[in-house]
């Protein structure tokens, strides 16, 4: 075959091996770009596979330098070979011969390891001999293989606990939150997060999520029972017995101060058909025995109508807990008030001034939210460190979140391998493995030249030996 076929084919055979790094010519094949280059109009997974990168070239040059020193020896044992066998034939002596079977099978395997590497990446000589190509025509496979072993020998329950335990994530994590420096860090990247989070979210939405479940809440509870209760309590101690001076007082005092509108409203309801003097009698008469009333009231612990009040509250503690329709009546008021507006926007208004208050306390480095999560931190660090209960159920904790992602999600990981191997360009894929690999495998080839000429000669020295 001469050297112009030989480059057709790719530099399948061991001289066109090396006219090009990695049989990359300096002209594209079809379907193909030259290195430093994606492929055109091609829009893959993995596309950093799909290009050669500068340190991709410095492996190329490499694999090349291997290749000519491979493909030299092959020559080198040929040429030897040719001169044995010209001085065998030219009477030079025995030798020749045990040097001509040295040379011989360093050819036979120079050209055996030279096909078997370059059925790795192509078809030797352009040739489709079966089995060969292997990774441009296995590509696909390979990757479901890649993923399937990863998912099975690295993606597995034991394998996570087993790593895990021997971690020691509860004690290791605890002995570094309980230094002060770690400790502000922490605190400082929560803080952070605390306020991203509260930017992130709405207050039209907060406030709708809020002001639901404040209504949910509401309308599940009756709460007419636990007023009964509290106000039966309330009563039993005495303690609304200072509302009731406190209303007293003021009454007193309010009607001091307005008198003159008290006996104008007595008298404003008189009949029209009473003299005046007798309305203004009467509304004097009705505001002098008002007053008197409230003084005595004011004044006197033990007035009847203190007893009264009592005995009407406890009455009324007693309807709010077992009475039907007073329970009834309480809740169609609960139901009225949340539905009013002002209740609304009260509710709403909540949000805001709570998150106000967070987001003032996160960014305060003196705080008092921050100190206590700073505080909390170092002594859950100092307790994780020393704690083994601690330790065990944190380092279970862990485990068992892993495990979860792992056996949940495993099909998703490794179908990410399976998925991005298929998406590589077979031909652009098997150029760079063999970039990063193939100097070492042309090694293969110089180590089948010279085992194979060690075995020749030591094959053909036996046969001499037995007198074949």
């Known amino acids: 075959m001469d050297s112009a076929k030989a480059d057709q084919t790719d530099g399948a055979g061991p001289e066109g091996q090396h006219a090009r790094p990695g049989g990359v010519a300096n002209r594209t094949m079809p379907g193909q770009t030259a290195p430093g280059r994606t492929m055109p109009g091609r829009t893959v997974p993995g596309r950093a596979m799909n290009s050669f990168s500068p340190a991709d070239e410095e492996k190329f040059r490499g694999v090349r330098r291997m290749k000519l020193t491979a493909t030299g020896m092959l020559l080198f044992v040929a040429l030897v070979y040719v ?8 009477g030079a002596g025995a030798w020749t011969g045990y040097v001509a079977a040295a040379a011989e099978a360093g050819m036979v395997g120079a050209l055996a390891d030279w096909f078997a590497v370059t059925a790795l990446f192509r078809h030797p000589l352009g040739i489709p001999i079966p089995h060969t ?16 072993f990863v998912g099975e020998n690295f993606l597995s329950r034991d394998v996570v606990r087993q790593r895990l335990r021997s971690v020691g994530i509860g004690s290791r994590l605890g002995a570094w939150l309980a230094l002060p420096e ?21 207050d039209s939405d907060v406030q709708a999520v809020v002001g639901e479940a404040i209504n949910r809440r509401a309308d599940a509870q009756e709460i007419a029972p636990g007023i009964g209760k509290m106000l039966e309590k309330v009563v039993a101690d005495g303690g609304h017995r200072r509302v009731v001076d406190l209303v007293c007082v003021r009454a007193h005092d309010w009607l001091v101060l307005h008198n003159d509108q008290v006996m104008d409203a007595v008298q404003g309801g008189a009949p029209g058909w009473t003299p ?7 509304g004097e008469r009705v ?21 009264a009040l009592d005995r009407f509250l406890t009455d009324f503690a007693g309807d709010l807990q077992s009475d039907t329709d007073t329970r009834a009546r309480v809740e169609h008021l609960k139901r009225e008030v949340l539905g009013r507006g002002e209740v609304q926007d009260l509710i709403a208004s ?59 999600y495993r099909d998703e990981i490794t179908s990410l391998i399976t998925d991005t191997v298929a998406g590589w360009d077979a031909e652009h894929t098997s150029k760079k493995i063999e970039a990063h690999i193939g100097r070492d495998l042309q090694f293969i080839r110089i180590n089948g030249t010279v085992v ?15 007198g074949a």
Request: hydrophobic fraction near 50%; glycine fraction near 6%.
């Open 83 to 90: 001169l044995a066998k010209w001085a065998g034939n030219s």
């Open 133 to 148: 190509a292997i990774i441009p025509t296995k590509k696909d496979q390979l990757g479901v293989s890649l993923g399937e």
């Open 182 to 202: 770690h400790a502000d860090r922490v605190t400082a990247e929560l803080a952070t997060a605390l306020r991203g989070a509260l930017a992130v979210l709405r």
């Open 276 to 282: 005046r003097f007798v309305d203004k009698r009467v």
């Open 287 to 307: 505001y002098k025995e008002l007053l008197r009333f409230i003084t005595e009231m004011r004044d006197m612990p033990a007035h009847p109508a203190r007893g």
């Open 350 to 408: 909540a949000w805001a001034s709570v998150r106000q208050m967070i987001v003032s306390a996160a960014e305060d480095e003196r705080s008092e939210l921050r100190l206590r999560v700073r505080a909390s931190l170092l002594s859950l660090g100092a307790r994780m460190a020393t704690d083994p209960k601690l330790q065990a159920k944190v380092d279970g904790w862990v485990e068992g979140a892993a495990v979860y992602v792992v056996t949940t």
């Open 452 to 466: 194979g000429s060690l075995a020749g000669l030591l094959i053909y020295t036996v046969s001499r030996a037995l």
